[in-house]
């Protein structure tokens, strides 16, 4: 069968790989639609130390499809269903999982290899991060589970309450989610970035106001922000969705005081960023670092697909066949598309 095998940064081929059956507790997924991510795109240009131990490695973890074939042991799906599964699953015994932190899973098991006409996912995924979907929800809706999934863990630790203000930095696909879910909730969000198709988008997921910052910087950014809260005074939550160290600083700047930071994107490993402490202090700011999904998180955001209260299929810029993976990949780094769908 064909499928993306990763070599090391810059170097990502499609190939013929060995089909697998299924072992116990497996199933073998045939795949409609795998979905690129922000994730993809940095794992592309410089590796990722946990999802790629050892290389060459299967590459892509945003997918739906159908069950070919079930492994030993396997009773709550069949052949032949329309299923999603989640890209990891927690061992639930190790020190974070007893302490109710399954995000910080000391083993957590990857899944990758979306991008392939079939993937094997793991039993442990099987058996607490796969659904069954319905008819009435596409492959292509249903693919991004998982970064919605990471969104709803970043809204849970957020604290937004009805009729906050919602500052969310940055309108990529991740960003946009945040718009929608925490309009959902009742607050108004005030979308920010510097390309007009994002922020066309944001609008569209529920924003209130937007805030392009093209041509702006220093502390022309923070004025232009600020002046769209009430009073002037800040965020009551800012949510960072970009992964940058000065997106971050922008974040926890622009909030008011007694606000809220969710530093949600993740940055190269070593990069700092910095906070002014008399300002952390006299404006009691929280900053939380959001990391990845748990089981709960899962659940809710395939309910959220599966109900439209989040339209997965909104994120797409376009449906392009297998071959097409690092070209869009390359169209993501240029700002050409959001997510692309890749459907073997």
């Known amino acids: 069968m064909k499928a993306a095998m990763f070599y090391g940064p810059g ?6 790989v060995p089909h697998r059956d299924p072992g116990p507790g497996e199933l073998l997924v045939d795949v409609r639609a795998a979905a690129t991510c922000g994730t993809d795109l940095k794992s592309y240009r410089r590796g990722h130390p946990k999802l790629f131990p050892t290389l060459p490695a299967r590459f892509g973890h945003e997918f739906s499809g159908v069950v070919t074939a079930c492994g030993d042991g396997v009773s709550d799906f069949e052949v032949g269903q329309r299923v999603v599964a989640a890209n990891t699953a927690p061992c639930g015994h190790c020190w974070a999982c007893t302490i109710n932190r399954p995000s910080l899973c000391e083993n957590l098991e990857f899944l990758n290899g979306a991008f392939a006409e079939e993937v094997v996912v793991a039993a442990s995924i099987v058996a607490r991060n796969t659904y ?17 999934a990471t969104v ?9 309450a009805l009729g906050d203000t919602v500052v969310v930095h940055g309108c990529g696909p991740i960003g946009q989610m945040f718009v929608r879910l925490a309009t959902l909730r009742g607050a108004s969000v005030v979308a920010v970035d510097s390309a007009g198709g994002r ?17 702006l910087s220093g502390d022309d950014v923070d004025a232009a922000i600020v002046r769209q809260t009430p009073g002037g005074r800040g965020a009551d939550v800012g949510i960072e969705a970009v992964g ?9 700047r622009t909030l008011r005081p007694g606000g809220t930071a969710v530093l949600f994107g993740g940055t190269p490993r070593g990069a700092g960023f910095t906070v002014d402490s008399c300002d952390m202090h006299y404006e009691e700011y929280t900053l939380k670092g959001v990391f990845h999904h748990t089981p709960k998180h899962v659940k809710i955001a395939v309910d959220l697909l ?4 989040s339209d997965g299929e909104s994120l797409v810029t376009e449906s392009r066949p297998l071959d097409q ?12 598309g959001s997510k692309y769908i890749l459907v073997p």
């Open 11 to 16: 170097d990502l081929r499609i190939e013929d």
């Open 132 to 148: 069954a979907i319905p008819d009435s929800l596409s492959f292509e809706a249903a693919a991004p589970l998982e970064p919605l």
């Open 152 to 160: 709803v863990h970043g809204m849970e630790e957020s604290g937004i």
């Open 199 to 215: 922020l066309e988008r944001a609008k569209a997921a529920g924003a209130v106001e937007v805030v392009d910052l093209t041509g």
């Open 244 to 252: 940058l160290p000065q997106v971050w600083e922008q974040t926890v």
């Open 306 to 309: 599966v109900s439209g209260r």
């Open 325 to 336: 993976l690092v070209p869009s990949l390359e169209d993501m780094a240029a700002g050409r």
